[in-house]
């Protein structure tokens, strides 16, 4: 006889939520994630939630990984990567599209799928683009798995720094003098585009901060002192980004604050 359908016993505790942790993945700061996460996965109290962690590999491999936050750490400067912490070279978690579902599939080549099991909330712990810039967040609607942090609008205009503050100003905030050159005008007309950055210099004096749009843990990012160091800081932001921004240096300290809601109807 099957006990499966009996009435949990008193003694038996209730199932805990389980949470997904999900790291890693395709951007440049896929080290820093790793390392957050496995702060995360050291902070989370293991009474109250069962915790599944998935990273993603740097090519896009949802990957189950092992659960040890020791590993996940800056070593002789090298950043950790999920490749060294996935428990097989070719398997992949996969997420229901389906919003009836919450049941996590693993799958291997060769083998029958696993079930995981449902997973009660995701916690994204991505840094940058496909991650932290909406569009996890928009698989994640999709899937109907409710997750942690803020919803596609928000991740993708706090993801890009031109988008950031066009929004910013629309709300009457100020922000510092900035141009952006946009991958199009660059490929057109790259001697213009640098002429675009100096006569703003001219305008707003040296130094300059030359930025790749959307990225961040200042990645990409060069203090320009004059002419001599633009074209080498102009490609090392397009590396990670071929829209950059660059913009005047502002002044006084510096102070970063964060903001938590539950209301829906904010950004
Ligand atoms: N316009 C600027 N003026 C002065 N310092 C800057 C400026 N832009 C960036 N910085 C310095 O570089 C750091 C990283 O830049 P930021 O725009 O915050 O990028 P990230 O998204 O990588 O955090 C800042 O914390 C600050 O110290
Ligand atoms: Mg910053």
Not at 220 to 233: N, Q, R
Request: glycine content about 10%; hydrophobic content about 40%; proline content about 8%.
């Amino acid at each position: 006889m099957s006990t499966e359908n009996l009435p949990q016993s008193p003694e038996q505790p209730p199932r805990k939520p389980r949470v997904a942790v999900v790291f890693g993945g395709r951007s440049s700061e896929h080290g820093i994630s790793v390392v957050t996460a496995g702060a995360v996965l050291k902070a989370i109290d293991r009474t109250k939630y069962d915790v599944l962690p998935i990273g993603i590999t740097q090519d896009g491999r949802w990957a189950l990984t092992a659960d040890e936050p020791e590993r996940m750490a800056i070593v002789d400067r090298r950043p950790p990567s999920v490749d060294l912490l996935a428990e097989s070279a070719e398997g992949a978690v996969i997420l229901p599209v389906d919003p009836a579902s919450r049941e996590v599939v693993y799958s291997e080549p060769g083998s029958v799928p696993k079930a995981l099991g449902e997973v009660d909330v995701v916690f994204p712990v991505l840094h940058g683009p496909y991650g932290e810039d909406g569009t996890l967040q928009g698989l994640l609607e999709l899937s109907g798995v409710p997750y942690v942090g803020s919803g596609v609008l928000a991740s993708a205009v706090g993801q890009d720094k031109e988008y950031m503050k066009r929004v910013f100003t629309s709300f009457g905030l100020k922000v510092g003098p900035y141009v952006v050159i946009r991958p199009r005008e660059w490929e057109r007309d790259e001697a213009a585009a640098r002429k675009k950055i100096v006569d703003f210099a001219g305008e707003h004096g040296w130094p300059l901060f030359v930025k790749p749009s959307r990225a961040g843990s200042s990645i990409g990012i060069t203090k320009v002192d004059d002419l001599s160091g633009l074209d080498e800081a102009i490609a090392e932001a397009q590396r990670h980004d071929p829209k950059i921004l660059v913009e005047a240096a502002l002044h006084g300290r510096e102070i970063c604050l964060l903001y938590k809601s539950d209301a829906a109807d904010e950004l």
